[in-house]
RNA sequence: GGUCUCGUAGUUCAAUGGAUAGAAUAGAAGUUUCCUAAACUUUAGAUCCAAGUUCGAUUCUUGGCGAGACCA
């Protein structure tokens, strides 16, 4: 149990003791004490003072004699400043906690728990590339898959592609107009670059057309833009794909084979990957069968023009449509079908989505439809809402190329962490492979890092114009500091000295304590970002163990410590601090080099 | 028009209703015969405005101003 659970319990039974009164654990607040003041934690009085009718100082006085008395392993003295309990934790409890930890190299992982979860995320469009918002969602989704496994639960990462529609067609039609049969291959770019090209071409030939039926046929603009014959054409072809047509079939399918190459290129790139991938193309007709069932069971209503809509207005949202006049399906009709079917395949009690806070409204209408028509799944559903990612200037547009390309990002982020390894030089000996797997491992650290020390549910702003940073709160700190780290262990290591448990006699230092207390808080926090679905808190938490980390080492020596006891205790510390980081890391998707 | 989210140092981010609002970066000053200076140390700098609840409010409530998203 973590210290300030067991000071939570502790406090109740002192309670319980001196006053007969039972407060419950939960509302018993225990912080880290600040540092200006003497302790190493502290419990909160203000919450129970009237409801024990003492003065905040009587009762810290009385509480804190008791738990000093009667727990005489935990806590060494206290004193009460205003209605603050402050209490010292007795060395040995350190001490014992870091000799049963620091060989253990999954510290903080918790053993399966039997639960399943599912987990989708990445959601991209084939007609065009990854940006930066993807990346957030990608990094996200990942990072929570990783989180809640460290919290013993079985996780299903899945992705579910759009890979039909209106925005497929324009593609479609642009390549048929003006690439003159050209390919990736022909062209040598990367399948989801080439795709997304003629996206754009379609818009800029649209544009024109446009123009010129508002300059040659006097059309207003709204008018034009309906009639523009490459808007028709696209049109046209989402009908030729639902109807079949092999040849729009074809077409279709040659496309997505090279937007799907450079997809995978990317997810491999940034390191990532799916259990089972949906496709919209296969899944968009699922869910009608529900809207019989829920016309049926009185959950939806049938309007005079036959289309079929839920009315939401006691639940504080709208009437939505689920089926249009014409019978076709709208968007989450086939959300509802999709959930219904993971949930038959999967059994998972628990669905993650991780979807942009654009599709707040959107989930909250799929979960009150799901829970409406009664669906085993629908308590499970979970949206994890982020905010987007947007340039100082505002959200990127693609109109106005201000898109921040996945790819290039990446791409950058690998090219300046191998400049800034060359500036430095501590590298040289390396092969060509491990230099480059460095590269990587530096650069989509530092910009899995970037990504993820905001809390998701914040829209967070990029500016393309500065470059991500490597120093201070970043990801290449922390993997300096496990490389420092890894470097003392390997000269130990080579010197023949072996790290044995120890009996320690002095008494910490202040520096060594705080590394120890630090650790000790892992697993609490590994908790916590599970239960808000916020990998912020990990990345938070290791860098202030990194940073806790690094004082200690410029202020106190490891290898040449005072004495034998101290050098393997420094030593310890240092290897439990390695393995935590390099846990906290992977956390989030990250690795750390063992030099750098 | 309706619903929702957000507003903290110059900038990017923290702070389950708790002590003197933390970091990073940019700024100023310093540290390398000693385990990796992508580091360390010192310094200056902020809660949009106005009421309310509370022993205590960045946090909760109401109103205003400002930014964004969604639903029509």
Redesign the pocket.
């Known amino acids: 149990m973590s210290l300030t659970n067991t000071i939570k319990q502790v406090t109740t039974i002192a309670i319980e003791e001196l006053y007969h009164v039972t407060i419950a654990e939960s509302a018993i607040?225990v912080?880290a004490?600040?540092p200006?003041?003497e302790g190493d934690y502290?419990v909160?009085l203000?919450?129970f003072v009237k409801q024990l009718k003492k003065s905040p100082d009587a009762l810290g006085q009385e509480l804190g004699n008791y738990l000093v008395s009667n727990n005489p392993s935990l806590f060494s003295s206290f004193n009460v400043?205003?209605?603050?309990l402050?209490l010292s934790v007795v060395d040995s409890y350190w001490i014992s906690f870091l000799q049963s930890e620091y060989t253990n190299a999954t510290y903080g992982i918790a053993p399966m728990n039997g639960e399943k979860v599912m987990i989708e995320y990445s959601s991209p469009n084939t007609n065009k590339p990854l940006h930066l918002g993807h990346l957030r969602n990608n990094f996200l989704g990942w990072s929570i898959a990783e989180i809640l496994k460290a919290n013993g639960y079985d996780v299903v990462k899945t992705c579910i592609v759009n890979d039909r529609g209106i925005h497929i067609c324009k593609s479609m039609i642009a390549w048929q107009l003006f690439a003159n049969g050209a390919t990736p291959e022909s062209t040598n770019q990367k399948g989801d670059h080439f795709v997304g090209d003629y996206y754009v071409k379609f818009n800029d030939e649209f544009k024109r057309q446009v123009e010129e039926l508002v300059a040659t046929k006097g059309m207003t603009k709204e008018g034009a833009e309906k009639k523009a014959p490459i808007l028709l054409a696209a049109q046209q072809m989402l009908l030729d794909w639902e109807n079949g047509n092999p040849e729009v079939i074809a077409l279709w399918e040659r496309m997505n084979t090279w937007v799907y190459a450079g997809f995978d290129a990317t997810y491999k790139a940034i390191g990532s990957n799916f259990d089972r991938t949906y496709f919209e193309s296969q899944t968009y007709l699922l869910g009608k069968d529900l809207v019989e069932e829920g016309l049926t069971k009185g959950v939806f209503y049938q309007k005079e023009d036959s289309s079929v809509w839920i009315d939401l207005t006691a639940d504080?949202l709208?009437e939505k449509?689920v089926r249009r006049k014409d019978g076709t399906s709208v968007y989450i009709t086939q959300d509802i079908g999709l959930a219904v079917n993971k949930y038959e395949q999967y059994h998972s009690n628990k669905s993650i989505y991780v979807v942009g806070?654009?599709q707040?409204?959107?989930f909250k209408v799929l979960k009150l439809i799901c829970q409406k028509l009664g669906l085993p799944s629908a308590d499970g559903i979970f949206h994890l809402s982020y905010g987007?990612v947007e340039l100082?200037t505002?959200?990127m547009k693609s109109r106005e190329g201000t898109v921040v390309d996945a790819d290039d990002l990446v791409a950058e982020m690998i090219n300046i962490?191998k400049q800034?390894?060359e500036e430095?030089g501590?590298v040289k000996d390396f092969t060509t492979d491990e230099l480059s797997a460095l590269y990587d491992t530096?650069g989509l650290g530092a910009l899995k890092f970037y990504l993820l020390?905001?809390?998701p549910?914040?829209?967070?702003?990029f500016?393309p114009e500065e470059s991500i940073?490597?120093?201070?709160?970043t990801g290449?700190?922390i993997q300096?500091i496990h490389?420092?780290i890894?470097?003392?262990l390997r000269?130990m290591s080579a010197e023949g000295f072996t790290i044995n448990p120890i009996t320690v006699t002095e008494s910490l230092l202040p520096q060594e304590k705080a590394i120890i207390v630090e650790l000790e808080l892992f697993p609490t926090v590994i908790n916590d970002a599970a239960n808000e679905y916020d990998p912020?808190k990990i990345a938070?938490y290791i860098y202030n163990l990194a940073?806790t980390f690094?004082?200690f080492?410029?202020?106190?020596?490891?290898?040449?410590a005072e004495s034998a006891e101290k050098k393997t205790l420094r030593l310890q510390l240092a290897q439990l601090t390695a393995h935590t980081l390099k846990t906290g890391m992977q956390l989030l998707g990250a690795g750390v080099p063992d030099?750098?």
């Open positions: 607040l912080n004490t600040k200006e003041f502290t909160v203000f919450a400043i205003k209605g603050f402050n504080g709208d449509i806070d654009e707040n409204y959107h987007m100082p505002g959200k962490s800034k390894t430095l501590k530096i020390r905001v809390d549910k914040k829209k967070m702003i500016n940073e490597f120093q201070g709160f290449p700190f300096f490389a420092r890894k470097s003392i000269k912020s938070i940073k690094s004082s080492y410029s202020e106190l020596s490891i290898a040449n030099r750098m």
